[in-house]
């Protein structure tokens, strides 16, 4: 079987580091405006020498990389988690800074990040944490402290102009979830809902919790209500509570991702942004819709 490595720079050294990777054919490299991206055909026989090699090299050369099949490359669906990936923060940490919590609930969504907490027992605990909190501080910490990833907008818009569908999934609230998806382009989103009394949060959270389970069940679900199956997806997260989908998927992506998650996946994104989805799907740069 053959597999495509794919590898994406901002300088020329995706295609310098294509041509080292031991053994295989001659690397194809595309320098356009504003990356660079390699692609070369690779044994599967061989793909444990070939991640072991880029774990090092590539990290040396802050070249982001794929391994993906030949066949079936662009996907049909598009699932993502929003906090660290479609956006640059932990909603809730920065939801609890207008509380004056934030040391405390950071330091708890950093090991539920990990794998090192069950992800509904910390979200509860931490949204606990918050009650009494006005409701004003909700659109504050949106208004204020929330941003896009460089490469959301244009990942999105690229793979709906060619067919795709996309859904934003998280463990956090559909009151970030539901303005991030609009702004961000995608066609639906998922997430848990905060509780309050009209004025302030109550510190509880909806039932049932979106977790792990849920994600992959995001995926499921979605892939059979257009058709397809979850190897017509791709998936990316950075959070232990995305592996499942991560796993699931047919490229299962780890952005700027907890160790946890690094270590189980072929395609890695650390070095330049989110448009590198498109390109280990075999997008050209020209293909690429940029956004504002």
Known sequence: MILILTLVTRDASAGRLANAVPGGLGAAVERGRHWCVAEREIDVKHRAEFVKFLETEAAAAKADWAITPHEN?????????????????????????????????????????RGE?????????????????????????????VTLNPG?????????????????VSGGFRYFTSRVAAAAGFDTDRANTLIDDGKTLTGAVGQPILGREAKLAALKEESVAMGAMPADAVAIGDGANDLDMIRAAG???????????????????????????????GYREEEVLVQG
């Open 73 to 113: 490359r662009r996907k049909k669906l598009l699932i993502s988690d929003m906090d660290s990936t479609i956006i640059g923060q932990e909603c809730l940490d920065e939801l609890a800074d207008f509380a004056g919590l934030k040391a405390q609930v950071s330091a708890i969504t950093e090991r539920a990040m």
């Open 117 to 145: 907490l069950d992800f509904a027992s910390a979200l509860t605990e931490r949204v606990a944490m918050l009650k009494g909190l006005d409701l004003s501080a909700l659109e504050a910490c949106y208004a204020q402290r």
């Open 152 to 168: 959301a907008a244009a990942l999105t818009a690229t793979m709906k102009a060619n067919g795709a569908r996309c859904v934003l």
């Open 251 to 281: 490229l299962g992506i780890a952005y700027k991702a907890k160790p946890i998650v690094a270590a189980e996946t072929l395609a890695r994104i650390e070095y330049t942004d989110l448009t590198a989805a498109l390109f280990f799907q």
